[in-house]
């Protein structure tokens, strides 16, 4: 392992001025690829992991071989975490998640947080009390056991391989160099080259010898890409000043292309369609880098294109409505960001609604919606507006009738369906169907960071390493997405707690209690669903009250330390900051990169 890191680093330096040429090959690798001594890689490390544990907590706190431990600990983690987080992802999610605590489904028990952020909060920022310290530490090992001794159990195969990698990839794009993994110590791009050493490392004991006999030349492309990179981070990576937009257009961006390569090339791997990745994506910053499949309820995947066009035309008729005066496109106007542009839109007795109207572009990558995320899917969500007596205080009986007798229904219907009966589900199904080809992932960003174009300014750049790095956003508003769905599995969608004024002079807390109206859980009083940045350049106003106007606005309250930095009694904020101290140019430069993500779906004919 040393000799390989060694090389490595030497490669990286020898090569730092060589470009970048993504190698693709139409030649399978027909040979078997052994995967034994990957596997054995990441048990071995899994048991260092458990070991430096033990070690850790042999001293106390505030020892200064705690900080020491931490660290080995981590390192052998990250190098054990592809395989031990593939194979129990809630273990693994919990053994590396937020400190923040967590709600049993089951139960609704608040559980206190646990795990390595936890405990890298205990030893960087200190204790209040020592057995709360020492009880993180052996409940976080016994999790770290778990994984140890679960990975012997299962075969690495190169299907297993082959996923597993592709989420640590994502890892480090939206988790490592953002600063989510690490938050207090900052040892995020530290990290990130140790998940770059550990993929040569496994590469190297499973694929290289193959890949190198069929494809010499992406073989050494593909070295050449993981050295370069490494050599770009560095021996002392500065977390502030970092330049990860140059990281990942110039030198992330050309592995995960590579390894895109090598995968088609392997004969072993067989396609997917169950996960959230489009795995035939060269980046996770294409307009198909994930699957939307993934996103859709169980009971509407693949929706056919019959059923879309249903949908779509369901969704600007407003007799579906009980008063027949409101659609979906009522709040949600394609000419406004699929949002409406007004603090709050109106009911159907034209009182105003108590929350503003979120955007619809990209809605389907969320894994739940409303801004208290009381819906896991858009089926859910379209027929909560169906049944609201503040909408369309409707139902699909009411209605089916009526619109039957436009011929046009009729046809789609049959189309659609094979017949012209209306079942509830059958139209939630079309309208949600139709609101999951919203998206848009072309922005000036994309392009941009895809190395498509080279238009973006020195501010925007700037911007962006904000956005992931000093400002924070990206432990929230995780990337690429930019929306709450937590990477690398996308199964949960994370709610905050950030404590949004009432209005604009920032003097009194809004008194909507968010998810708390559902949960009735104090811990969760204030709490709202983390939105989408993408497009919020023309989704104005903002917040789930629309109380700002601007984005200038909205970063400003955040760099002020959200509700508890504008004085609010707030004792469960998840901000993970006080204040952010942001200069005047920091901030114009946040607002500037947010800018450049609009990308909204045009549409004609409605």
Known sequence: MFKNLCYLLVFGVVLVSCKDVSITTTETLDKVPDFTKAHDYYYSNMVLAVNYMDSLMMVKVDDPLAKQYFKEVRTSFKKAEPYASYLKPEVGHRVNGPALPVLTEDTQKVLAPIGLQKIEESIYSGIDDEKTYERELELTKGLMVVLRNYIPKRTLTSQRFFISIHQQLMRIVSLGITGFDTPVSQLGIEETKTSLNSLFNVY??????????????????????????????????????????????????????????????????????????????????????????????????????????LGKQLFFDKNLSKNKDMACVTCHNPNKGWADNVVLNKDNEGKDLDRNTPTLINATFQQSQFWDGRSPDLIAQVSAVFTNEKEFASSVHQFSNEIMINDSYRLLFKEANGDISIKNIDMVKAISSYIAT?????????????????????????????????????????????????????????????????????????????????????????????????????????????????????????????????????????????????????????????????????????
């Open 204 to 309: 190297s004991m499973s694929l290289a010898h193959i890949v190198k006999e069929r494809s010499p030349e992406l073989n050494e492309d593909f070295e050449k890409t993981v050295a370069l990179a490494i050599n770009f981070i560095g021996d002392n990576p500065n977390f502030e000043t970092f330049d990860r937009y140059v990281f990942i257009r110039d030198y992330f961006n050309p592995i995960t292309r590579n390894w895109l390569a090598i995968r088609k090339a392997s004969s072993s791997w067989e396609p997917v369609d169950n996960f959230p990745f489009n795995f035939d994506a060269p980046t996770f910053f294409e307009s198909n880098s994930f699957n939307p499949n993934f996103f859709i309820s169980n009971t509407n995947k693949n929706p056919t294109q019959q059923q879309i066009d």
């Open 438 to 606: 919203l998206n848009g992932f072309d922005s000036k960003f994309d392009k941009n960071i895809r190395a498509e174009v080279n238009s973006y300014t020195e501010e925007e750049k700037l911007g962006f390493n904000l956005f992931t790095g000093k400002a924070l956003c990206a432990t929230c508003h995780f990337i690429p997405l930019t929306n709450g769905t937590v990477p690398p599995f996308f199964a949960e969608h994370e709610k905050e707690i950030i404590g949004v004024p009432a209005n604009a002079n920032n003097k009194q807390l809004d008194e909507d209690v968010g998810f708390y109206a559902i949960s009735k859980i104090d811990l969760q009083k204030g709490m709202f669903k983390t939105p989408t940045v993408r497009n919020v350049g023309v989704t104005a106003p903002y917040m789930h009250n629309g109380v700002y106007n601007t984005l200038e606005e909205v970063v400003n309250f955040y760099n002020l330390g959200g509700g508890i930095g504008l004085g609010f009694d707030l004792p469960h904020q998840t901000l993970p900051f006080d204040h952010l101290e942001l200069t005047s140019n920091e901030e114009n430069a946040l607002v500037a990169f947010m800018n450049t993500l609009t990308d909204v779906p045009k549409i004609t004919n409605y």
